[in-house]
């Protein structure tokens, strides 16, 4: 009889499960991209990626900034600006955000591929 190894229990630090807990997701990946290349600030995230609702952006931009991936400058200016940026931890997962570019150019017209989100 062949043995299948189960999924990790999260509860029990799998790195995978903490890996996809800080960077999963549909619109985080696609963040730590836009902000690594030069969109940095609120508006020009929402037009870089046009699908994500202003409160979705908002709610990931504070996750990632709890997980210690983006910092948020806030400019004493009128109207206020706010641009982020990527921390070296945020720049750590890059590897990753390409990996997962490669992947994607690679296997874009792979069976099964839907062509949106």
Do not use: H
């Amino acid at each position: 009889m062949k043995i299948i190894p189960s999924a990790p229990d999260p509860e029990t630090r799998c790195p995978v499960t903490r890996c996809l807990s800080v960077i999963g997701g549909k619109w985080k990946p696609v963040i730590i991209f836009c902000i690594v290349n030069g969109v940095d600030r609120f508006g020009a995230l929402q037009r870089a990626i046009p699908k994500i609702t202003k409160q979705m952006l908002t709610k990931q931009l504070r996750e990632l900034e709890a997980d210690g991936l983006v910092t948020r400058t806030v400019y004493p200016e009128v109207p206020p600006r706010v641009d982020y940026a990527l921390t070296d931890r945020g720049r750590s997962v890059l590897p990753v955000i390409e990996a997962m570019k490669a992947w994607g150019e690679a296997n874009m017209s792979a069976p099964g591929n839907t062509g949106g989100s």
